[in-house]
């Protein structure tokens, strides 16, 4: 089992920014690949941003590219999303994912771990 904590949710408003932090737990941090979705009010939940194992290699859906940042320290076994240049529509319940890889992340089945989300909130 691999718990997931995230963190660092709030109100911004356009144009600012917010950095998302997810803590790990659980199984060796390293082993999973990680992921940030979102879901807003009313619409499905999607993929924002995907990153491997060793942080070599990212994927990003085309809304947030060049504003969204994923990254992840394994030494303190935390996964980040720093968000620039918000807009009212990246407003979401923010959750973590961890699964064995990208590709299984991005199954239709979805992660096989999950944080509780944090609310981020961009106002016009």
């Known amino acids: 089992q691999v718990q997931l904590v995230e963190s660092g949710g709030g109100l911004v408003q356009a144009g600012g920014s917010l950095r998302l932090s997810c803590a790990a737990s659980?199984?060796?941090?390293?082993?999973?690949?990680l992921g940030w979705f979102r879901q807003a009010p009313g619409k499905e939940r999607e993929s924002v941003a995907l990153?491997?194992?060793?942080?070599?290699?990212?994927y990003y859906v085309g809304s947030v590219k060049g504003r969204f940042t994923i990254s992840r320290d394994n030494s303190k076994n935390t996964e980040y999303l720093q968000m620039n240049s918000l807009k009212p529509e990246d407003t979401a319940v923010y959750y973590c994912?961890?699964?064995?890889?990208?590709?299984?992340?991005?199954?239709?089945?979805?992660?096989?771990?999950w944080g509780q989300g944090t609310q981020v909130t961009v106002s016009s």
């Open positions: 659980g199984r060796t941090f390293s082993n999973y690949a």
């Open positions: 990153i491997n194992r060793s942080g070599g290699s990212t």
């Open positions: 994912a961890a699964d064995k890889s990208i590709q299984t992340l991005s199954a239709d089945r979805g992660p096989a771990y």
